[in-house]
């Protein structure tokens, strides 16, 4: 079982950062594809990154691509979004997943979820 924990939401203006944080509680983090995924209210869950288990591949949803970047450092168990330039329309739920396969674009095809941090950016 490998429980993950985001951190790192919050409030911030358009146009302004964030980096949410997802710490693993696994010895063999390093194993795992990791992703982000997002939902926003009366909305489906949607993909946002994913990371390899090395760290060496990612993917990106077309939305957030050129403003986010995912990252992973697996000494630390802990996976990264970087978030710039936010628009009111990234608001939403962001949670973390772990993928014992791969580091796919499809929430069926992860294991582990964490429970969420809110993003709620303003004008």
């Known amino acids: 079982q490998v429980q993950l924990v985001e951190s790192g939401g919050g409030l911030v203006q358009a146009g302004n950062s964030l980096r949410l944080s997802c710490a693993a509680s696994?010895?063999?983090?390093?194993?795992?594809?990791m992703g982000w995924f997002r939902q926003a209210p009366g909305k489906d869950r949607e993909f946002v990154a994913s990371?390899?288990?090395?760290?060496?591949?990612?993917y990106y949803a077309d939305s957030v691509k050129g403003r986010f970047t995912i990252s992973r450092d697996n000494a630390k168990n802990t996976v990264y979004l970087q978030m710039n330039s936010l628009k009111l329309e990234d608001t939403a739920v962001y949670y973390c997943?772990?993928?014992?396969?791969?580091?796919?674009?499809?929430?069926?095809?992860?294991?582990?979820w964490g429970q969420g941090t809110q993003v709620t950016v303003s004008s």
């Open positions: 997943a772990a993928d014992r396969a791969g580091w796919g674009q499809m929430a069926y095809e992860y294991d582990y």
């Open positions: 696994t010895r063999t983090f390093s194993s795992y594809g």
């Open positions: 990371i390899r288990w090395s760290g060496g591949r990612t």
